[in-house]
T-cell receptor, first 113, second 112 residues
């Protein structure tokens, strides 16, 4: 079946540091890949997505590239801010799973001033 | 409405009691999903409704869990004879088919 594995957290960084949150997946065919973000006290929000190999999703300074050869979709940001503190979830939608998403465990990010 | 609304936001119940959790999806969204978020774990799929089709119940963890969606809109997730391991945040999301999800803020269920 489909699965998503994220790097273990929590991750603590200083403001303006470089961020990488690793995500790898297992799925047949060509799934669509997503990053969701959950700010404190709020619901999950779609951050970015990529629907085919080598696509790069980007939003709010965050980027992730769909790497079919390494089955990865790592999230990166060049300079984090305190306001980026949140839980980040990697997810996939399989070719045969309709609209259903499979999520990773989530990674807690804390950015200190 | 403007977003997905869930109620209650918090629920504390005694072990063995039944609980009902409500989700109001975005108007016009044909797909509705329930997930469970346990402490330190990812989101666990529970059930998926799409239009008038039979729901995908493959994620429900036991027969104590059930859900319905009335009139293609509001959904209720019911947990009978609650157990402590049912304590979690229950998240509802809705979408148009093939589009991204919009999540509600969740219901935090605590079974004591």
């Amino acid at each position: 079946g489909n699965s998503v594995t994220q790097m273990e957290g929590p991750v603590t960084l200083s403001e303006e540091a470089f961020l990488t949150i690793n995500c790898t997946y297992t799925a047949t065919g060509y799934p669509s890949l997503f990053w969701y973000v959950q700010y404190p006290g709020e619901g999950l929000q779609l951050l970015l997505k990529a629907t085919k190999a080598d696509d790069k999703g980007s939003n709010k300074g965050f980027e992730a590239t769909y790497r079919k050869e390494t089955t990865s979709f790592h999230l990166e940001k060049g300079s984090v801010q305190v306001s980026d503190s949140a839980v980040y979830f990697c997810a996939l939608r399989g070719e045969t799973s309709g609209s259903r998403l499979t999520f990773g465990e989530g990674t807690q990010l804390t950015v200190n001033p | 409405g403007a977003g997905v609304s869930q109620s209650p936001s918090n629920k504390v119940t005694e072990k063995g009691k039944d609980v009902e959790l409500r989700c109001d999806p975005i108007s016009g969204h044909t797909a509705l999903y329930w997930y469970r978020q346990s402490l330190g774990q990812g989101l666990e799929f529970l059930i998926y409704f799409q239009g008038n089709s039979a729901p995908d119940k493959s994620g429900l963890p036991s027969d104590r869990f059930s859900a319905e969606r009335t009139g293609g809109s509001v959904s209720t997730l019911t947990i009978q004879r609650t157990q402590q391991e049912d304590s979690a945040v229950y998240l509802c999301a809705s979408s148009l088919v093939g589009f991204g999800y919009t999540f509600g803020s969740g219901t935090r269920l605590t079974v004591v």
